[in-house]
Nanobody
């Protein structure tokens, strides 16, 4: 049974940092592209960042470029989202996701497995 479990969310002041982790189990994800999405209260889920299976290609939504970094450790079946210079508008539930493709697009339909989400709250 495939399972993705996020951790690392919490409450932080604006300008602070958090590091989210997503641990996958049930199969090896080293050939899968993975990504992070978020959903703010009252809004639809949106793409945040993605990384290819090899880790050689990353892509970010414009609002987080220069502040967030996605990475992965295939040996640990884990991927990360380092979030710096957090802003109140970064508040939301953050979801990790994995795609059957080695390189996946930013739309959520490209992703086949999803975690349950972790709450990130940035106070002003």
């Amino acid at each position: 049974q495939v399972q993705l479990v996020e951790s690392g969310g919490g409450l932080v002041q604006a300008g602070g940092s958090l590091r989210l982790s997503c641990v996958a189990s049930g199969r090896t994800f080293s050939t899968y592209a993975v990504g992070w999405f978020r959903q703010a209260p009252g809004k639809e889920r949106e793409f945040v960042a993605r990384i290819s299976a090899s880790g050689g290609s990353t892509y970010y939504t414009d609002s987080v470029k220069g502040r967030f970094t996605i990475s992965r450790d295939n040996a640990k079946n884990t991927w990360y989202l380092q979030m710096n210079s957090l802003k109140p508008e970064d508040t939301g539930v953050y979801y990790c996701a994995a795609s059957f493709k080695a390189i996946a697009g930013s739309a959520d339909y490209n992703y086949n497995y999803w975690g349950q989400g972790t709450q990130v709250t940035v106070a002003s």
